[in-house]
């Protein structure tokens, strides 16, 4: 029986379990793969958007030699951050259903809520309260169109030596889209950028964009804007324009699908979460980010829906600060950040 069960071991997942270790409740992190699995996925020279002050947790300074962190100089540092309050995980041990026990009013007042969470591997076990921090890298957008799931198709950048001399075709045009072209053309390969908006998204780093659009200009990226994907076939993708109607076929040796995550809607409605039918977001308090279900807590960018841009670590991470100050009956901390234009 644990005071607190935290679902997901990313950072907005570690920073509940310092708030709630600092707060002398029993914890346990409940995280379906790696510590900060998601931070391990990403591309191997990815480097951080925010400076590494910006994505500290915990009050532990995160020193690196530069401004921002890399992926590797992240993954050391939550590591080690975890030691150092000595968490309480349980790795590679996926959730597929929570449920809560509402007291009777015969049992009002003598026991409390209490949840059980079913693994899928077999293991059940029990809180009074569950925060879910469960992030959003794990369900990629998905184009649904035939081809999808061919072996040469991928919703996920690596780094790009697997695909020097091939033809590649990018589909998206944001940061992970234009920073995989870039790091794809310096690695020899011929790429292709096709995205359904007439150019490359707002939200690109400012710093990318002049590097992605003198690439284009001197016909080193190609791009076919206004274009989407109808249909990946073995060695090509078929497009149609979406103007003229005119549809190509484009040479295509893989082909990387980056165009966003989600959140995983289906956990959230298996817990008894009601979501917004259009936004996917979460109903939960904008002060203490608990939800409709009483002792359910939302954390992090899984609050989001289908605006995953608006919360990263960054405004994320003070989101346990609020929630552990309801639990333990505190004053509740206002977090700068309650992502309200959601």
Not at 161 to 185: C, D, P, R
Not at 300 to 318: C, L, Q
Not at 330 to 341: G, N, T
Request: charged fraction near 25%; hydrophobic fraction near 35%; glycine fraction near 8%.
């Amino acid at each position: 029986m644990y005071d607190v069960i935290i679902i997901g071991g990313g950072p907005c997942g570690l920073a509940a379990g310092i708030e709630a270790s600092k707060a002398g409740l029993s914890h346990l992190i409940l995280e379906k793969g790696s510590l900060t699995e998601s931070i391990r996925r990403y591309p191997k020279m990815m480097r951080f958007f925010s400076t590494a002050e910006n994505i500290e947790i915990g009050g532990i300074p995160f020193p690196i030699a530069g401004v921002k962190a890399n992926r590797t100089e992240a993954l050391q540092y939550y590591r080690k951050v975890a030691g150092y309050f000595n968490l309480n995980f349980k790795l590679f041990t996926e959730v597929k259903h929570i449920t809560r026990y509402q007291p009777s009013e015969e049992e009002a007042g003598k026991c409390e809520d209490l949840f059980t969470v079913f693994t899928t591997n077999g293991q059940t076990y029990q809180a009074h309260k569950v925060i879910l921090a469960t992030g959003y890298f794990d369900k990629p957008r998905t184009l649904g169109i035939p081809g999808e799931d061919l072996p040469h198709v991928t919703h996920y950048y690596d780094e790009p030596f697997q695909y020097s001399y091939t033809n590649v075709v990018i589909v998206g045009a944001s940061n992970s889209a234009v920073e995989a072209a870039l790091e794809l053309y310096r690695a020899d390969a011929h790429v292709t950028i096709v995205h359904r908006a007439d150019d490359f998204r707002k939200t690109v780093k400012y710093w990318l964009i002049p590097d992605v659009k003198n690439r284009v200009r001197e016909g080193k990226i190609h791009t076919w804007f206004g274009t989407c994907v109808t249909r990946i076939e073995p060695g090509k993708i078929c497009t149609t324009n979406l103007q003229t109607g005119e549809e190509t076929e484009l040479p295509a040796d893989f082909v990387l699908i980056l165009t966003g995550y989600i959140p995983d809607a289906e956990l959230l409605r298996e817990c008894g979460v009601e979501l917004n039918p259009e936004t996917q977001v979460p109903v939960y308090d904008k002060e203490t980010f608990e939800t409709n279900v009483p002792g359910l807590y939302v954390c992090g960018t899984v609050m989001a829906g289908i605006y995953t841009e608006k919360v990263f670590i960054e405004n994320g991470r003070d989101h346990a600060k609020a929630i552990i100050d309801h639990i333990t009956g505190k004053p509740v901390r206002k977090v700068a950040e309650l992502i309200e234009r959601i």
